[in-house]
C-alpha cells in the first residue's frame, strides 16, 4: 500500500527556514505545517499546499511530496 510522504522537514532544513517562518511567509497556520512534517495530518487542503510551494518556490510538487510504500507495521 502506498502513502504520501512530504519532505517539507528536509526543505526547511536545507533553506534554514523555520516552521514559524514558513507559516509566516504562506499565511499557513504554523500547527498545520507542524502537523504535515510529523505526518499527523490526515486530510492536506490543497489551497495550503499551494500557499506551502508559492512561499518556497517550488512549482514541481514532487520535491514537497512523494509516494511512498507504507511501512506493514502501521
Do not use: W, Y
Not at 16 to 29: A, C, D
Not at 42 to 64: D, G, M, Q, R, W
Request: proline share 1%; hydrophobic share 45%.
Amino acid at each position: 500500500m502506498l502513502e504520501v510522504k512530504f519532505k517539507l522537514k528536509e526543505i526547511l532544513e536545507e533553506r534554514n527556514i523555520t516552521q514559524k517562518e514558513l507559516s509566516r511567509l504562506s499565511k499557513v497556520r504554523e500547527a498545520t505545517i507542524s502537523e504535515i512534517i510529523r505526518g499527523s495530518r490526515t486530510v492536506i487542503n490543497f489551497k495550503h499546499l499551494a500557499s506551502i510551494a508559492e512561499a518556497l518556490e517550488i512549482t514541481e510538487i514532487e520535491k514537497i511530496m512523494v509516494l511512498v510504500e507504507k511501512n506493514p507495521i502501521d
